[in-house]
């Protein structure tokens, strides 16, 4: 059992469109996290939310406390966008975190 | 980008040999943890730390032993290093109730 579910697993999109990544998950949380891993593999945060929508540039970030969903969007995706995302949730019972299994997006020119 | 270091880098060792991993942070965090990531089971938990001397299991703890004598250090150790935890093992640390930075990875191969 998975704490945290993440849908789709893999994605190709071409260059310009809008990209949605969804993440639900069954745990109290305190936090959710946003992050993004590169071929090389280094981990990037991108967002932490609690409530409501945060955006930076051109990723938009969602989460919805009631229905115990979260959502990413990037619009007009471009090449560099291409990467593994990654939805966590931080316990809001104790200091661990759940991490579902990546969403592997690939975006073509 | 938060100071956080892993080493070594890469590894290859013998099944039965101990293996250390070390994560040294600049960032004087109270919270760091040890991951392990593997295809088809995203990042798991093996071991965290919220203070000097005191640590705590993660879901996949089993063979795996920590130590944080300096708030700046914790070790992982692999007592008897099995194929099974190849691996590639990330530490991360946290002020609290913050945003998690991770380090860059250490990829061990258990031959």
């Known amino acids: 059992k998975n704490e945290v579910e993440q849908s789709p697993q893999n994605l190709t999109a071409q260059e310009g469109e809008f990209i949605t990544i969804n993440c639900s998950y069954s745990?109290?949380?305190?936090?959710l996290h946003w992050l993004q891993q590169h071929p090389g593999g280094g981990i990037v945060s991108l967002f932490m939310?609690?409530?409501g929508k945060k955006k930076h540039g051109r990723l938009i970030a969602t989460i919805n406390i009631q229905e115990k969903h979260s959502s990413l969007h990037i619009t007009a995706s471009h090449p560099r966008d291409s990467a593994v995302y990654i939805c966590?949730?931080?316990?809001?019972?104790?200091?661990?975190?759940?991490f579902g299994t990546g969403t592997s997006l690939t975006v073509i020119p | 980008d938060a100071g956080i270091t892993q080493s070594p880098r890469h590894k290859v060792t013998e099944t039965g040999t101990p293996v250390t991993l070390r994560c040294h942070q600049t960032?004087?965090?109270?919270?760091m943890y040890w991951y392990r990531q593997d295809p088809g089971h995203g990042l798991r938990l093996i071991h965290y730390?919220?203070?000097?001397?005191?640590?705590d299991k993660g879901e996949v703890s089993d063979g795996y032993s920590v130590s944080r004598s300096k708030t700046e250090d914790f070790l992982l150790t692999l007592e008897s290093a099995t194929s099974s935890q190849t691996s590639v093992y990330f530490c991360?640390?946290?002020?609290?109730?913050?945003?998690?930075?991770f380090g860059p990875g250490t990829r061990l191969t258990v031959t």
């Open positions: 991360a640390i946290s002020a609290g109730a913050y945003e998690q930075y």
């Open positions: 745990v109290g949380i305190s936090a």
């Open positions: 939310l609690s409530s």
């Open positions: 966590a949730v931080r316990s809001g019972t104790g200091n661990q975190f759940y």
């Open positions: 960032e004087n965090h109270r919270y």
């Open positions: 730390s919220y203070g000097v001397k005191d640590t």
